[in-house]
């Protein structure tokens, strides 16, 4: 099933998409998607629900992210992309909460800010509570999967003392969303055509079969480190195409737009704009 929530920010209510991915109010049966919902989604004809007038805002498919948890180069062509060896194990880092908006939300830039730049990324979103699991159990630990944009600031990141969350966790710097697929309705994680388009040109190609370490190694690697909780999500690192990682680089501008894919989980709309 495909899950999403709508509405103004801060104010969004749950929905689930019907066969012609019509959005049907779901807050009868549940009051968000968040916490422990997320362990036992309703499994409901969305025929039986009220349809979503107009065409609202769409916001991040998860409500009340507990932590955003980030993995660094794991993919081998990105390492190959920025001149660096493929890592030992995972590369973990956490980008704040607040950074989250919704799939179709501007990504404003920060005062100062001249390096913005993209990465997409499959979202993973932890279902049941996660410690000590193995790989063969890690799976049975997720709710579903979605689209994350690691949108960084690489000045930021790597020339103000090297210091990875603050060129991470800008407000607006994680896109999230349209939808929350089940892991029943998506097929092969492991099987996943990503793609970021830059005002119409493509910038980002990649699948995830490209991975370092699969989504199951890395949500049992994560349990080991930290409890993985309902609603948690991990976003698992992006393919090449980044724009420091392009000769010339290129760099996020005011008026861009950024539209991001990933096969199964639908599209994100992304302009850019500048902080006052």
């Known amino acids: 099933m495909k899950f999403a929530r709508y509405g103004d920010i801060g104010q969004e209510r749950p929905a689930v998409l019907d066969d012609q991915e019509r959005l049907r109010d779901l807050s009868g049966v549940v009051p968000d998607l968040a916490g422990a919902v997320l362990a036992d989604l309703p499994l409901i004809d969305p025929e039986s629900l009220p349809l979503v007038a107009g065409n609202p805002r769409i916001g991040p498919p998860v409500g009340q992210v507990g932590k955003l948890i980030c993995i660094g180069l794991n993919y081998t062509d990105h390492a190959e992309e920025v001149g660096v060896a493929a890592p030992p194990e995972p590369v973990v880092f956490l980008k704040a909460t607040s950074a989250i908006c919704g799939p179709q939300d501007p990504v404003y830039l920060p005062r100062g800010a001249d390096k913005g730049d993209w990465e997409v990324e499959l979202g993973v979103v932890i279902g049941k509570r996660a410690k000590y699991v193995t790989e063969a159990e890690a799976l049975d630990h997720v709710a579903g999967y979605t689209i994350v944009n690691d949108v960084s600031e ?120 500048r902080d006052p």
């Open 154 to 273: 690489r000045a930021f990141q790597m020339e103000r003392a090297g210091q990875w969350t603050k060129g991470k966790s800008c407000d607006t710097f994680a896109p999230m969303g349209p939808w929350l697929v089940t892991p029943d309705a998506l097929g092969d994680v492991q099987a996943l055509d990503l793609s970021l388009d830059l005002n119409g040109a493509r910038m980002q190609t990649g699948t995830t079969a490209r991975m370092i370490f699969s989504v199951a190694h890395i949500v049992a690697y994560l349990s080991a480190l930290m409890t993985l909780e309902p609603g948690d999500v991990i976003a698992t690192g992006t393919p090449p195409g980044v724009g420091m990682g392009r000769k010339p680089p290129r760099y996020l501008t005011e008026g861009d737009e950024m539209v991001v894919r990933i096969s199964g989980l639908g599209e994100q709309r992304s302009p850019v704009r």
